[in-house]
C-alpha cells in the first residue's frame, strides 16, 4: 500500500462570533499596551489533511495551532516526504518528518503539521485493520471516559455562578474556569481571581473538582502568591501558570504548594516532556494530541507519565484525545469543551466533523466498533465557512 495523495483543507470562518467578556489572563497580558490580550489566542480557521492510498483508504487529521502556517508546512514540507511511502509504517514517517525538518522545527507549527499528518496515518491504520485507533494503542483501559466541563469565561460572578450550577445539573464531576484578572491589576485583581474560585467553590460544594486555568498569564513571584492563597480551595489543578519555557520555576512552584500544577499544552514531542519529568516540574501534563507529534508521540509521553506519578489529562477533548484517554493508565480523564456558538474559535470542530464524542452525564463513550479515529468532515450545514485547498 502506498500514500498517493495529501489534500489540506483550510476551513475559515464567516459566520457569527458571539463576543461576551472573555477576558482572562495570556501571555501577552502582562505587558504594558495590550487593548486586547486575548486577540493573540483566538483563531477562527482550522486545518484538516486527507491523506489518501492507492488501495482507496482515506485518512483524516486536523492541526492544533496556526492552521493557515501548518498548510504551508503540509502542502510544501511534508507532502514530497509522504507520497508513495507505506502509510502503516508510521514510527519511520514520524521520524521521517521529525528528522527532515528539525533544523527549523522541533516545537510549535511544525510539531502541529507533522500531528495532523500522524493522526490521518493512524485514522487509516484502524481503517485497514477495521479498529478503532484505542484499540491499536492499547485497548480499552476503562468503562467510560470522565470529563471535566471547561469553559466558565465570565468575570461576571453571577453568571459564574449560573453557568457552575448549571453545568453541576448536567452531571460533570469537575469544572475548570479562567483566571478573569492579569497581572497587571496587581493585588486588588489578584483578590478578584480568588473571588472566583471562591465563588464557584461555594456554588458546587465539595464534591466537584474545580480546575483553574492561567493561561502562561502570570510570572514566578505571582503565581507563588496567587497558589498560596488558593490553598483553602482544594482545586484539583492549576493551570499553566507561567510560560512553557519556565520548566525551572514550575519546578520551584511545585516544592512549595499542595496543589497539583498542570501545563504541557503548549509542550511537544516526548523530549519535551522528558525535560518536565527530569525537572519534576509538574503533576498533571495536558499535551493535545494534534499539537504533541500525534498519536506516535502521546503514546510514549503517556509511558513517561506512568513511569514518574504523573496523570495525563489532555488538552481539548476531542477525538483525537479520547483515543489516548480511554487506552492509558496514565489517563484519568479528558477535557470537554461543550457545543456553544462560537467564541474564541476551539468549538469550530463541533461544525468541521461529525463523529465527535457528546458528553452524557458527564461521561462519554467510544464506539468499539467504529474503524479509526472515527470522524468524517460534515457535507452539509458548510455556509459559515470558506474553504480553501
Ligand atoms: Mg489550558
Redesign the pocket.
Known amino acids: 500500500m502506498k500514500i498517493s495523495a495529501v489534500r489540506t483543507k483550510l476551513y475559515q470562518w464567516k459566520g457569527p462570533v458571539k463576543t461576551a467578556d472573555t477576558i482572562f489572563a495570556t501571555p501577552v497580558s502582562l505587558l504594558p499596551f495590550q487593548a486586547d490580550a486575548q486577540a493573540p489566542y483566538r483563531f477562527f480557521s482550522w486545518l484538516v489533511v486527507e491523506i489518501e492510498t492507492d488501495e482507496g483508504h482515506i485518512g483524516l487529521g486536523n492541526a492544533g495551532l496556526c492552521p493557515d502556517i501548518c498548510k504551508q508546512i503540509i502542502d510544501t514540507k511534508l507532502k514530497q516526504l509522504l507520497l508513495n511511502e507505506n502509510p502503516l509504517n508510521i514510527e519511520y514517517l514520524f521520524e521521517k518528518m521529525f528528522r527532515s525538518t528539525v533544523a527549523y522545527g522541533r516545537k510549535g507549527a511544525v510539531l502541529a503539521a507533522i500531528s495532523a499528518v500522524d493522526i490521518a496515518l493512524w485514522d487509516i491504520r484502524g481503517h485497514v485493520m477495521q479498529q478503532p485507533v484505542f484499540m491499536l494503542l492499547g485497548g480499552r483501559t476503562k468503562e467510560h471516559i470522565e470529563t471535566y466541563y471547561s469553559r466558565l469565561y465570565t468575570r461576571d460572578l453571577d453568571k459564574l455562578q449560573q453557568e457552575a450550577a448549571f453545568y453541576q445539573s448536567e452531571g460533570f464531576k469537575g469544572m475548570k474556569l479562567r483566571c478573569g484578572y492579569p497581572l497587571t491589576e496587581g493585588r486588588a485583581g489578584m483578590k478578584k481571581n480568588i473571588e472566583m474560585v471562591r465563588v464557584v467553590r461555594e456554588t458546587v460544594g465539595d464534591d466537584v473538582d474545580i480546575m483553574l486555568?492561567a493561561?502562561m498569564g502570570f510570572n514566578f513571584a505571582y503565581a507563588k502568591q496567587l497558589l498560596k492563597e488558593l490553598e483553602p480551595y482544594n482545586l484539583r489543578w492549576v493551570?499553566?501558570l507561567l510560560l512553557p519555557d519556565e520548566i525551572h520555576n514550575f519546578a520551584r512552584l511545585k516544592e512549595g504548594t499542595s496543589i497539583p500544577l498542570s501545563g504541557g499544552?503548549h509542550e511537544y514531542t516526548r523530549y519535551g516532556f522528558y525535560d518536565l519529568v527530569q525537572a519534576n516540574a509538574l503533576d498533571i501534563f495536558?499535551f493535545d494530541t494534534n499539537r504533541v507529534g500525534g498519536f506516535t508521540e502521546a503514546q510514549k509521553i503517556c509511558t513517561i507519565a506512568q513511569l514518574n506519578g504523573v496523570e495525563v489529562i489532555p488538552?481539548g477533548g476531542q477525538m483525537h484525545n479520547l483515543h489516548v484517554v480511554m487506552s492509558s493508565f496514565a489517563s484519568p480523564m479528558a477535557e470537554y469543551f461543550p457545543q456553544t456558538e462560537i467564541e474564541v474559535g476551539n468549538e469550530m470542530f463541533w461544525y468541521i466533523f461529525d463523529g465527535e464524542a457528546i458528553a452524557e452525564n458527564g461521561n462519554l463513550q467510544l464506539d468499539d466498533q467504529k474503524p479509526g479515529v472515527g470522524l468524517t468532515l460534515k457535507t452539509g450545514d458548510l455556509n459559515h465557512f470558506n474553504i480553501i485547498e
Open positions: 486555568e493561561y493551570e499553566e499544552e495536558q488538552h
